[in-house]
């Protein structure tokens, strides 16, 4: 069987980690990397085992020499959306990192730009591949769980992620020289002799965190198939009450609640400045469905269990579904996350040489986006309820 030869745009500490994933799979063979930052291209070369990969340190000059069946471009992803679409325009199938976007314009590129080129695109989210988020879908396909009423989200992660990029470098900064202030937008450092430091992507997240959705809305509509059709969000004041040296409108928490087009409610929350305990196995993730007939919770510390409870024999609670696939094989069970960075690269792998579509298409990608996005607008606003597009209206795509 041939491989599927891989191109990978951004090499930052993630993509380095998922490039060596890639490169495991027997099916894919990585071919070109590419990065703004020479230290990134040396770190990924020093990491592949092909040193004959090409390197590139621009976007342009890899797509003038190279043609690749598909692309992981890992770059920030409030800049990604752009590149996706130039390579899918150039017959390239595309992967991007969560989330896929941070625009209504771009979710609409993206799924524009796949049905005008016919070009395969996947957002790399993992939580869909949870063991117990299959179990939970298989439940409810069977009818077990009667009518879903409520499920609920929470990504709740406390890490002092760098908000800042020293553009000369690449490397990354917390509160560099105290410069985290009101209105600082690296244009004070644009002597090549000085620093050039700039807001991250992080930095976007942590101003309105219900951003970072992709990991609660995944899972959560797989179950069901389902999308947001409204929204309504509030947040925290916008400075944080525990760190006061992350900029002064980052937001420590942001809640929201959704309607979908199947009647069902959603609760979703999100925060990352301020300190929040981990739950059994899923770490910074919960999450929780009820439906008519059946109830289902993930653990809510690191020191109980999953619970259950049914109408005929109400509650059970201990280790009733694990977090990763006890029959995984060995290359799934050596990915980070419980193994479960293995799956978004496998299932695009599966879906190139079958021709389909993988199961987190474009379609999906943008119904993880596009909820989270009008939240952060619904959160500025006050909480007004809004609106959000049906994308597979356009395209009649209700079929995927």
């Known amino acids: 069987m041939k491989k599927m030869t891989l191109a990978i745009f951004g090499l930052g500490p993630r993509a380095r980690y998922l490039a060596s994933l890639y490169e495991k799979h027997p099916y894919v063979e990585i071919v070109a990397i590419c990065d703004r930052f020479e230290r ?19 976007y342009e000059n890899l797509i003038k020499n190279e043609h690749p069946d598909a692309m992981l471009i890992a770059i920030d992803p409030d800049r990604q959306v752009a590149y996706a679409c130039d390579a899918m325009e150039r017959g390239i199938h595309v992967m991007t990192e969560v989330p896929a976007a941070f625009t209504l314009e771009d979710c609409w590129k993206l799924v524009d730009t796949v049905e005008k080129t016919g070009a395969m695109y996947q957002l790399n989210e993992q939580t869909r ?41 690449g490397n990354f900064f917390y509160d560099p020289e105290g410069l985290q202030k009101p209105g600082f937008n690296g244009e004070e450092y644009n002597s090549a002799k000085e620093k050039c430091l700039v807001p991250s992507w992080r930095y976007t997240c942590f101003k309105h965190p219900i951003y970072y959705l992709p990991h609660e809305l995944s899972p959560l509509l797989s179950i069901t198939e389902d999308r947001v059709t409204k929204v309504s969000c509030m947040g925290t004041r916008p400075q944080s009450y525990h760190d006061g040296s992350v900029q002064k409108d980052n937001r420590d928490m942001e809640v929201a609640l959704m309607h979908t087009a199947n009647d069902t409610l959603l609760r979703m929350v999100a925060g990352f400045t301020s300190p929040h305990p981990h739950r059994k196995d899923s770490g910074c993730h919960w999450y929780h469905v009820s439906g008519t007939k059946a109830e289902v919770e993930w653990s809510r510390t690191e020191k109980d269990f999953p619970k259950m409870w049914t109408a005929e024999k109400g509650w059970a609670e201990g280790d009733l579904w694990p977090f990763s696939d006890p029959e995984a094989d060995e290359l799934a069970k050596s990915a980070s996350h419980g193994g479960l960075d293995f799956y978004p690269i496998d299932s695009f792998v599966k879906a190139f040489f079958a021709g389909k579509w993988p199961p987190m298409n474009v379609y999906r990608a943008v119904e993880t986006a596009a909820p989270a996005i009008i939240a952060a607008r619904s959160s500025e606003l006050g909480g007004v309820l809004l609106d959000v597009p049906d994308f597979r209206a356009k395209y009649n795509r209700y079929d995927i």
């Open 40 to 58: 990134n291209v040396a770190f990924a070369r020093e990491l592949l085992q092909n040193k004959n990969v090409h390197s590139y340190l621009s």
């Open 129 to 169: 591949y949870m063991y117990f988020i299959s179990k939970w879908r298989e439940m409810f396909q069977k009818g077990e769980m009667g009518k879903i009423l409520l499920m609920e989200g929470e990504y709740l992660h406390y890490e002092r992620w760098d908000n800042f990029v020293d553009m000369n470098t």
